[in-house]
């Protein structure tokens, strides 16, 4: 024990402290004998006890069996101590000494003490009669102590066996429900019923997560039926919040969502504003209770006579709830009022409404309304309209999802009237969720279906998934790229343009997912906004501002260069594959220059991710297969068939072609997402490097990639074959003389080294980069370019940089290469 020398000087701003605060006493719990904790935490002197209430917990699992009790025995003193903080740690210590009853000498006696320690602190809260004083009952109304009580209940009822916890939590219903059936506890005895209430209900909030419903649990939410025609305002506004917590684990249960619409629709009804409001703003999570009414019941009937219903009529009564909670609480009741609190908190849930309907009846009767309202929430003005924009544009992708494409010309007008806000937290939802738009819109039936829109979309007919060679794929391509330059081109891209400093965040997330599924010609135009989002603040060096973008942007680095290879590859464009990847091989290198040190470390690790696709060969028919995929719409994949005839095709070629000497036989595990790369299936393509830029032999250039796939067996193959390469001692001998001398190369696995050496002697030098980038023209001379620059670093790095480059060097390496 310490105490704080006089000698130190007073703190600056002269304000009173409370006697326990700036370590004004300092005690180590964890080797302090009982008997001392215990005379201590019933000493008179309030920052003694303060202190030694902390290892309350900690000396119960060192004390024997007399200790133990007089230590339980201290717990209840401490509970009614007049001091609100002795209070307040105590009951942090009722937490960790149900957390620690097994480490005891009598488990049973501390859940006891536990159990009685708190139920004694919760029944005078719920007793509306209690007047205000001191002690528990006086200051159990206060918020701070009320929500100390409930989040030591929700602990402790995490920590206890079943029957102990059933045992407190129905003693408390019993207590909560009595304390109702008093005359003063529905708002006649004025704020001490408000209290005494808002602490049933949050118990009741509190108690359901932890009971079964046939056990309690409906009973315990059934309190709020009791509620919902309380005096006091405050009661009435809590109870609205809380019933998606009430009824939420009780969805399938039969009977509980019709209890909760007993107790809705007098509320939704209230004559207070404010209380018609909360129910306005619970609607979409209600809605997805509703949803899942056919889910199946976690107990039994509430009438045991009754026989368990049959699915078809669970899904008919999931519909019949959800169409009667938006068709006649939400669209007849509350957006209708008159109050423009209401109606504008009615609005802000329109978009979350229609993501929650059920497939089915309820799309069929409350998609057209809904979405009538969501347009008309979009085209809000006055008070309160940033908000329900914000809200339209954060659920744009969901209700695009929900529509189908064939709702997409009654969307587009609400997409631009959004992109036409200055509000950032509006454009940024909206940046974030167009590549989501687009493969939704990309999405074609397999039996061919309606177009995407006017304005240049392809029909569904013309696009769809048939065709036994390649005609099939290069329709989706058209397909796909038609649906990226409805979302992309035009407002969304001026506002990228012109109002980049706003959704910087949100573009520097997008950036991979948005070259992947736009055209050669719009990955330019995105591919412009890279260098500005790898930019540091200006000003005087070394700033680092908000880097977090920056460092979003970084760990996309290997899915950017993917995606750009792909697009080129697959539109066969010349020139537009040398800009793409040669600009983002640019923004690597600024990247590995941030002076924020996790952007560096993003980006060097990414930089090793695309140097490993350029050094490892994938045979031509997987690089094609990438290629085809591009634009694919989310949750839409290719079909058993397909995939069977394209892993046939591979394993043929891989047979007929083999591994080349002296090379990996296969790709690195790059599209792992702790890589940042993009696995799935097409989801792959890397740069195209010729075969004389690989190895300074003649030979066919070749499509260079990763299929992203994890636990390929060839990954070890070709580490091992790379790692062969330092038995010749004319590779190795520069490398390893670096090594001798570089501390954090030092670190790399014999694997990891070997890699390096292979990039540096294949990439490395600059003597023949000319030919090699003149063997092959287009998409293939600007991936040797875009190799050789990054090579050019690595090399830099790893023999001549500071040590903080060389880090950088071996984070590549253990990029490409894992432990």
């Known amino acids: 024990m310490t105490r704080k020398s006089k000698n130190e000087p007073e703190d600056e701003d002269d304000l009173e402290r409370a006697p326990w605060e700036d370590g004004a006493l300092t005690v180590d719990v964890t080797s302090v004998p009982a008997e001392v904790v215990v005379k201590n935490?019933?000493?008179?002197?309030?920052?003694?006890?303060?202190?030694?209430?902390?290892?309350?917990?900690?000396?119960?699992?060192?004390?024997?069996?007399?200790?133990?009790?007089?230590?339980?025995?201290?717990?209840?003193?401490?509970?009614?101590?007049?001091?609100?903080?002795?209070?307040?740690?105590?009951?942090?210590?009722?937490?960790?000494?149900?957390?620690?009853?097994?480490?005891?000498?009598?488990?049973?006696?501390?859940?006891?003490?536990?159990?009685?320690?708190?139920?004694?602190?919760?029944?005078?809260?719920?007793?509306?009669?209690?007047?205000?004083?001191?002690?528990?009952?006086?200051?159990?109304?206060?918020?701070?102590?009320?929500?100390?009580?409930?989040?030591?209940?929700?602990?402790?009822?995490?920590?206890?066996?079943?029957?102990?916890?059933n045992a407190l939590?129905?003693?408390?219903?019993?207590?909560?429900?009595?304390?109702?059936?008093?005359?003063?506890?529905?708002?006649?005895?004025?704020?001490?019923?408000?209290?005494?209430?808002?602490?049933?209900?949050?118990?009741?909030?509190?108690?359901?997560?932890?009971?079964?419903?046939?056990?309690?649990?409906?009973?315990?939410?059934?309190?709020?039926?009791?509620?919902?025609?309380?005096?006091?305002?405050?009661?009435?506004?809590?109870?609205?919040?809380?019933?998606?917590?009430?009824?939420?684990?009780?969805?399938?249960?039969?009977?509980?969502?019709?209890?909760?619409f007993e107790t809705l629709e007098p509320l939704c009804n209230d004559k207070v504003w404010s209380v018609r409001q909360a129910c306005a703003r619970v609607v979409s999570e209600l809605s997805l209770l509703c949803g899942r009414a056919d889910a199946g019941a976690s107990g039994t009937p509430l009438t045991p006579t009754l026989s368990p219903p049959t699915p078809t009529q669970q899904q008919q009564r999931a519909d019949e709830l959800q169409v009667r909670l938006l068709r006649r609480l939400y669209l007849d009741t509350l957006l209708p009022t008159k109050s423009q609190w209401v109606v504008t908190a009615a609005r802000e849930q329109a978009g979350a409404a229609i993501a929650s309907l059920r497939p089915g009846g309820p799309v069929a009767e409350l998609l057209p309304p809904l979405l009538d309202a969501y347009c008309a929430a979009a085209a809000a003005v006055g008070q309160g309209a940033a908000e329900v924009r914000r809200a339209c544009a954060e659920s744009f992708g969901d209700v695009v999802a929900k529509a189908g494409p064939e709702r997409w010309p009654q969307l587009q007008p609400v997409f631009v009237r959004l992109l036409a806000s200055n509000d950032p937290p509006t454009l940024c939802s909206l940046v974030a969720s167009a590549e989501r738009v687009v493969r939704l819109l990309a999405a074609v039936p397999a039996s061919g279906g309606s177009s995407v829109g006017s304005g240049g979309a392809v029909s569904g007919q013309d696009c769809g998934a048939g065709g036994a060679g390649g005609g099939g794929s290069v329709r989706r391509g058209e397909h796909s790229a038609a649906a990226a330059r409805q979302v992309v081109s035009g407002p969304l891209l001026e506002v990228l343009r012109n109002q980049l400093h706003l959704v910087a965040p949100a573009a520097s997330a997008a950036m991979a997912g948005l070259l992947e599924v736009c055209p050669v010609e719009l990955q330019r135009e995105v591919l412009q906004l890279m260098p500005q989002l790898c930019e540091p603040p200006a000003g005087e060096g070394g700033r680092c501002g908000d880097w977090r973008p920056r460092l979003s942007l970084a760990n996309q680095l290997h899915a950017a260069t993917r995606a750009v290879a792909t697009a080129a590859a697959a539109a066969d464009a010349a020139g537009g594959g040398a800009d793409a990847t040669a600009l983002v091989a640019r923004c690597a290198l600024a990247l590995c220059g941030d002076p924020v040190w996790a952007v560096r470390w993003a980006a060097a690790t990414q930089v090793g991710l695309i140097l490993a696709d350029a050094a490892t060969p994938t045979p031509p028919t997987a690089a094609a297969g990438a290629s085809s995929s591009c634009g694919r719409a989310e949750g839409v994949e290719r079909t058993a068939e397909e995939k069977a005839g394209r892993e046939e095709e591979d394993r043929a070629e891989e047979a007929r072609r083999g591994p080349l000497d002296g090379e990996p036989s296969g790709p690195c595990p790059n599209g792992s997402p702790d890589n940042g790369g993009s696995g799935g299936p097409g989801g792959n393509g890397g740069l195209r490097v010729p075969k004389e830029a690989r190895d300074g032999e003649g030979g066919d250039g070749g499509d260079v990639g990763a299929d992203g796939e994890q636990g390929d067996p060839r990954v070890a193959q070709g580490a091992e074959a790379a790692a062969s390469s330092l038995a010749d001692p004319g590779r190795a001998g520069e490398l390893a003389a670096a090594g001798d001398q570089a501390g954090a190369l030092s670190g790399l696995t014999e694997r990891q080294r070997g890699w390096l050496d292979l990039v540096l002697r294949r990439f490395g030098s600059d003597g023949d980069a000319g030919a090699c980038g003149q063997s092959e023209a287009g998409a293939a001379g600007a991936g040797v370019t875009a190799v050789r620059e990054l090579a050019a670093w690595l090399r830099h790095a790893a023999l001549q940089g500071t040590r903080a480059e060389q880090a950088l060097a071996a984070a590549c390496c253990q990029g490409a290469v894992p432990r």
């Open 169 to 260: 939590l129905l003693r408390l219903l019993r207590a909560a429900n009595a304390a109702l059936d008093k005359p003063l506890a529905l708002g006649g005895g004025g704020k001490a019923s408000g209290d005494a209430s808002l602490m049933a209900l949050s118990l009741a909030v509190v108690a359901v997560r932890h009971m079964d419903p046939d056990r309690g649990g409906l009973a315990m939410a059934a309190i709020g039926g009791r509620l919902c025609g309380h005096g006091d305002l405050r009661v009435r506004e809590a109870l609205a919040g809380a019933l998606p917590q009430l009824y939420g684990r009780y969805a399938g249960c039969p009977g509980a969502l019709e209890q909760m």
């Open 41 to 165: 935490c019933l000493s008179d002197d309030l920052p003694l006890r303060l202190a030694y209430i902390k290892g309350l917990a900690s000396a119960a699992t060192r004390a024997n069996k007399r200790e133990l009790s007089k230590l339980l025995g201290a717990v209840e003193p401490l509970l009614d101590d007049e001091a609100l903080g002795v209070r307040l740690e105590t009951l942090q210590q009722l937490q960790q000494l149900a957390k620690l009853a097994d480490s005891t000498v009598s488990r049973e006696e501390v859940e006891e003490a536990v159990v009685d320690a708190l139920e004694q602190q919760l029944r005078p809260s719920l007793d509306p009669s209690n007047s205000p004083g001191g002690g528990s009952a006086g200051t159990g109304a206060l918020p701070l102590v009320r929500d100390a009580l409930l989040a030591a209940l929700d602990a402790v009822c995490g920590e206890l066996p079943a029957g102990s916890r």
